[in-house]
């Protein structure tokens, strides 16, 4: 079997809840989302899709996702896209780094991977360990009290856990930490994610005006490792490590200087399922949990995260998304699709989600 062809198209995604409000002003309506389609010589079809979150939030950005799949594109054809090692040699023979770019080929070969065995992704990543698991979603910046209302409004949807945006000033983040925790129970989860946005000296203070709260755990207060590893040293908040850790050798720095009790593992940060499935081993041998999602995304995105998220074991996953519920645009028919704030991973073969082609367009453009 070999790749004949390869699609690439486009979409926006927009917020289904108004406007995305993170540390350090940045702010999404709505985001350019990348769909990799690979066409085989047998008339399989493979499907991947990478959304970064906007030029700013991590090194990578929309146009550079299409650049580099303009570049990696022709070195895919003639390749057999089941021999994943393969084909992602190609691609770093091709481009250096520009991981997030290369994360929807990646993708799309388990897709079709799955689709030649006859199985679901989840299968092939180790086996589905979880039938079902619970869903976080986001919390914008913004008042507390708007906060703490959408908090109550996602806990009736069957939301548990949530990821609350911080990253200003710390006294009025604490206020607005603790409107949200008032309307918490029990066996809820308050992941407060500065997204690096603190002074060394206001994520301190933060982690003071934090403790005394229950239920909370402290993600990326600083932008560096550094920093973070400074303000771990002066707080008991359990840390989750998100933006720095960026590859193999970053995980394995931090997690030797004690640096956090679990990660934040981006599926495209870490080039695709392939990286992805790695890290996440990893990570649960250094006894660290993985909180799983990928930077934005639709519902491809959100299938590939339900297979690493239903071969992942209750006790390494620490909370996981489903991207295409925070988002209005549905490519796959808002599959797979959550249920009270539950999720789990389609069981036909591959992603197990079905494109609709007309939600797509014409293709940006065509290699084979
Ligand atoms: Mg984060």
Known sequence: METSRVEIYSYDLTYAFGTYVMSGGQVVESLASTVVRLVTDEGGEGWGEVCPLGPLYLESHAGGARAALELLAPALVGLDPTNIAAVNAAMDRTLKGHRYAKSPVDMACWDILGKVAG??????????????????????????????????????????????????????????VRAVAAVTDAGDKLICDANGGYRLQDAVIAGRLLEPL????????????????????????????????TDTQ???????????????????????????????????????????????????????????????????????????????????????????????????????????????????????
């Open 119 to 176: 199985q679901p992704v989840a299968t092939l990543l180790g086996g589905r360990l979880q039938e079902s698991f619970p869903l976080y979603k986001a919390v914008p910046l913004g008042p507390p009290e708007q906060m703490a209302k959408y908090v109550r409004e996602r806990k009736a949807e069957g939301i548990r856990s949530f990821q609350v945006k911080i990253g200003a000033d710390p006294y009025e983040d604490a206020e607005r």
């Open 214 to 245: 229950e239920r909370v755990y402290y993600e990326q207060p600083c932008a560096t490792l550094e920093e973070c590893l400074y303000v771990r040293q002066h707080t008991t908040l359990p840390m989750i490590l998100d933006e720095v850790i």
């Open 250 to 368: 970053s995980l394995l720095r931090a997690w030797q200087a004690g640096g956090m009790e679990a990660l934040n593992l981006k599926i495209s940060k870490f080039g695709g399922l392939t990286g992805a499935k790695f890290i996440r081993d990893l990570a649960e041998r250094l006894g660290l949990r993985v909180t799983l999602e990928d930077s934005w995304g639709g519902d491809l995105v959100s299938a590939a995260a339900s297979h690493l998220a239903a071969s992942t074991s209750a006790q390494t996953l620490f909370t996981v998304s489903f991207m295409n519920d925070w988002t209005n645009e549905h490519i796959a028919g808002y599959q797979p699709r959550s249920r009270d704030g539950v999720g789990a991973a389609p069981t036909a073969p591959g992603l197990g989600v079905e494109v609709d082609w007309k939600m797509l367009g014409e293709p940006l453009f065509v290699v084979g």
